[in-house]
């Protein structure tokens, strides 16, 4: 698994470890930290780190700023690190984000891995509507990296490129980037506390005359996933660490009119969005598991879920490895208009 871990005292030993092999300065990302001895790491380095990550202890012209481990299993392969918010020297220079890979680890992903977990942190943190990046010309390795995250170069000098991605913090721009993914997920857990607020996000949904049809169930049991995508066929979303299940019952709202579908189609969407403003990636599966072959029923028999319920719909959830590119749609006049329908 990979997690983005802030620097602490109880992870000294492996802090340390990939600190004192980081250069005092290369490619630009510097370590004030290089040289010092094991014995005063904790009170110098960790000192510093974990002060600056609260705005404490700043060194005149800094500001406050996280330092993260990027941790794969028991082992650290990068750093990154997060200024808070931009100043004048900042926006013109180094931006929000500095990162190093450990030189053996360089080359498998971890980059683009730790960045994109990183730009999940950014959202809850950062005020500016961009994130801004700067990287060396002569380094375009790094400079894939940060395009794949979703970065575009914003102008270039001599010696260094600057990059800038959107870092998303209103609902409109969450309903506006949102788009159905496919592909593969970061092998990164998604915390309970995030199922939790993506659940009630579902729940938060309008429903027909309040009839409250439509109830979760968030997966993130590794041996209760495998359990589930057994039954899915053709898989889908098989690398997410999390996945969303949606249940509906179909009680009448009034007379023979029945909402369920409205009520679950509101909460979904309610949690896509949710999930896309957390920084994770999602996709409506619902005609895949509700054919003739009721593979929403096997999975519902498996969750325990009673027979006068139906599982209509699951979302999977995790932080995408790959780009996000959604199918093109019809020009926007073709489908909305002013006073009056003006289509074909
Ligand atoms: C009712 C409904 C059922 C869907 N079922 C599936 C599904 O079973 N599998 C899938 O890959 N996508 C499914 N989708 C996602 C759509 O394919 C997707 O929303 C559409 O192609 C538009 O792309 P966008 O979500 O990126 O805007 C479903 C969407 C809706 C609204």
């Given at each position: 698994m990979l997690i983005l871990k802030s620097a602490n005292l109880a992870d000294a030993d492996a802090e340390y470890a990939f600190m004192s092999a980081l250069p005092a300065d290369e490619n630009g990302f510097?370590?004030?930290?290089?040289?010092?001895p094991r014995g005063e790491f904790e009170q110098i380095a960790l000192r510093d780190m974990i002060a600056w990550s609260k705005g404490?202890?700043?060194?005149?012209?800094y500001v406050p700023e996280t330092f993260y481990f990027l941790w794969d299993d028991d082992r650290i392969v990068g750093q990154f690190r997060l200024r808070h918010h931009l100043c004048d020297a900042l926006r013109e220079g180094a931006g929000h984000v500095g990162y190093a890979i450990a030189a053996d680890c360089r080359g498998r992903g971890y980059g683009t891995a730790g960045l994109r977990l990183l730009l999940r942190e950014a959202r809850a943190?950062?005020?500016?509507?961009e994130i801004y990046l700067r990287v060396n010309r002569n380094n375009p390795a790094s400079l894939r990296v940060m395009l794949k995250c979703g970065g575009a170069i914003h102008h270039q000098d001599e010696e260094k490129t600057y990059v800038r991605i959107p870092n998303m913090k209103n609902t409109l721009d969450a309903i506006l980037s949102r788009r159905s993914y496919r592909g593969k997920y970061l092998p990164a857990p998604v915390p309970r506390e995030h199922l939790t607020q993506i659940m009630q996000a579902g729940y938060a949904a309008p429903s027909g005359c309040n009839k409250q049809t439509t109830s979760f169930v968030a997966v993130d049991d590794p041996a209760l996933l495998a359990k589930l995508h057994a039954v899915i066929?053709?898989?889908?979303?098989?690398?997410?660490p999390a996945m969303i299940c949606v249940l509906t019952r179909r009680i009448?709202?009034?007379?023979?009119?029945?909402y369920s579908v409205q009520d679950y189609s509101a909460a979904i969407e309610n949690m896509l969005l949710a999930i896309e403003a957390l920084g994770y990636a999602s996709c409506w599966i619902e005609g895949h598991i509700t054919d003739e072959d009721r593979i929403g029923r096997k999975m519902a028999d498996i969750l325990g879920v009673?027979?006068?319920?139906?599982?209509?719909c699951f979302l999977p959830v995790g932080v995408a490895a790959e780009s996000i590119k959604g199918p093109v749609k019809k020009p926007f006049e073709q489908r909305a208009f002013f006073n009056g329908y003006f289509g074909e």
């Open positions: 510097t370590n004030p930290w290089h040289g010092t404490e202890l700043l060194p005149p012209g943190i950062v005020p500016e509507e066929d053709p898989p889908i979303g098989t690398t997410a009448i709202a009034y007379r023979d009119r029945c009673p027979q006068d319920m139906d599982m209509v």
